[in-house]
């Protein structure tokens, strides 16, 4: 199954993707490749943080008109310590599970006509502090950019006993965004209801990509659990053997839902 596989192949083929361990270029290189094969053009987008230029890596779904519909997950990890970068940090709750998602929703819609543009972003350096989405995001604003959402996946592996889903609004921050993003949420929670047929909770919008792009003013959304109940959190056992497999692929059909809905 593509979800397994691809959350296997970034939690083990590096010891890290640490954002400043040796293994960076390789793994934006990786994932370049990944979109590539799913027949999509890809871009990095650099910036720099600490006099280090990093990446992350952008696709675009074009077709559509208005503004895009961005998807994004953080593809870097960390363990114990983030002040090592090289030390083994498998990420596979966090965020390999998020990435596979992407990956997989980018598959399924390549050739299905949107009304929006689709664009794909996997950022790094998230875990010192949302360093690539916030660089990205102060771009998309300075240049005027319409983006008509911004949907994030951020640990989509581990389950409550019920399954439940966890589904992110927005309740702080800049006011003016909100009642979109309450609107996104409730469609969200009807989808996760009778499509994928689970239980779903609302979580507010905190500490992931999506907030740089809530401070801007963007409407935000996305599925994400939060740390409290996930023991291997930041620590280097979050080995995908940790990872439910099924709760990732309904995560992979509640987006696909919610984006076909939207935008089909
Ligand atoms: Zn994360």
């Not at 090592?84 to 990435?99: K, L, R, S």
């Not at 989405?133 to 240049?143: F, G, V």
């Not at 409730?186 to 909770?201: G, Q």
């Not at 280097?236 to 076909?260: E, H, I």
Request: charged share 25%.
């Amino acid at each position: 199954m593509n979800l397994e596989r691809e959350v296997k192949e970034l939690a083990t083929r590096w010891p890290t993707r640490h954002t400043l361990s040796k293994h960076h270029l390789a793994i934006v290189g990786h994932l370049e490749g990944r979109f590539k094969a799913l027949g999509y053009t890809s871009k990095r987008h650099a910036y720099s943080q600490q006099g280090r230029p990093l990446n992350n890596v952008l696709a675009e779904k074009s077709g559509g008109s208005g503004g895009a519909i961005l998807v994004c997950a953080h593809f870097d990890s960390r363990q114990e310590n983030l002040g090592a970068p090289e030390a083994p940090a498998p990420g596979a709750n966090d965020n390999a599970t998020g990435v596979a998602v992407l990956f997989e929703v980018a598959r399924l819609l390549k050739n299905t006509p949107m009304r929006h543009p689709v664009r794909f972003a996997l950022f790094s350096g998230e875990e010192q502090g949302l360093w690539g989405s916030t660089a990205y995001a102060s771009e998309c604003k300075a240049r005027g950019e319409k983006l008509t959402l911004v949907f994030n996946l951020d640990q989509v592996g581990y389950p409550d006993k019920a399954k439940t889903l966890f589904l992110d609004r927005d309740e702080g921050g800049v006011s003016s965004n909100n009642a979109a993003s309450a609107k996104l949420v409730a469609r969200l929670e009807v989808l996760a209801r009778t499509v994928v047929k689970v239980p779903t909770k609302i979580d507010p919008v905190e500490a992931s990509d999506y907030v740089p792009f809530e401070q801007h003013g963007y409407v935000v959304t996305g599925l994400y659990e939060g740390e409290y109940r996930y023991p291997h959190y930041h620590k280097s056992t979050d080995t995908p053997d940790k990872v439910d497999f099924g709760y990732v692929s309904n995560m992979a059909r509640l987006t696909l839902a919610f984006l076909l809905d939207y935008a089909k």
